[in-house]
């Protein structure tokens, strides 16, 4: 079985553009959450999505928004970046969600100059 | 606010020594607690979980024990090998209320094993 793949591996942006990140989950997961990796903060979680639907959002600003496809595919957007946002973003599936046996993809590490 | 505190930051342990990390947890609702090892360039990957129901689970070299009235769980590592050296992170999450789909994580204990 394939992984979870997350597209591009690396992002190069300026202040005030936006992004949109991709991720494939494994086949047949249901589950898609999102998570921020920074060397200060930790993982955070952003959001999961579980058949299309968001279940939770995590405690970032909405310019962090994201969506999930009919075929589980999700996309995460932010819009008018901030030097901030520079992280790695990782994406993970799983069948249940409910943040139990979660396969994470290798991430998109997004610099914002 | 951490919702799950973990120490140490970093760990170095001798080949074949035992490694521990600690994690610590307030959210008395959480009712599965994960283990997960990255490795540089690459997404966590789970290692080992546990529910409260029972106080440790091991699966090879790894050993999670588990104290529900002192809230805290711990990862033991025995005959470390310089292949686990790697960011560990323990977490946490609830099949319920508004926390459902969310892993609280602890901020990391990066383990080096010397050879």
């Known amino acids: 079985k394939a992984g979870v793949t997350q597209t591009p591996r690396y992002l190069i942006k300026t202040r005030g553009q936006q992004v949109t990140l991709s991720c494939s989950p494994i086949?047949?997961?249901?589950?898609v959450s999102w998570y921020q990796q920074t060397p200060g903060q930790g993982l955070q979680f952003l959001f999961e999505?579980?058949?299309?639907?968001?279940?939770n959002k995590g405690n970032f600003p909405g310019r962090f928004s994201g969506r999930q496809f009919s075929n589980s595919r999700s996309e995460m957007n932010v819009s008018t970046l901030e030097l901030g946002d520079s992280a790695l973003y990782l994406c993970?599936?799983?069948?249940?969600?409910?943040?139990?046996?979660?396969?994470f993809g290798s991430g998109t590490q997004l610099s914002v100059l | 606010q951490q919702q799950v505190k973990q120490s140490p930051q970093s760990l170095i342990v001798q080949k074949g020594g035992i490694s521990i990390i600690n994690c610590a947890y307030e959210n008395t609702a959480f009712d599965y607690f994960p283990w997960y090892q990255q490795f540089p360039g690459k997404g966590p990957a789970l290692l080992i979980a546990i529910r409260p129901d029972v106080s440790e689970k091991k699966e090879g070299r790894f050993t999670i024990s588990f104290n529900k009235s002192a809230k805290q769980f711990s990862l033991h590592i025995m005959d470390s090998q310089p292949g686990d050296s790697a960011t560990y992170f323990c977490a946490a999450s609830s099949y319920r209320g508004s926390t459902l789909g969310r892993l609280y994580f602890g901020r990391g204990t990066q383990l080096t094993v010397w050879p």
């Open positions: 086949s047949g997961h249901r589950s």
């Open positions: 999505y579980f058949s299309e639907t968001q279940r």
């Open positions: 993970a599936s799983s069948f249940e969600g409910a943040g139990e046996k979660l396969f």
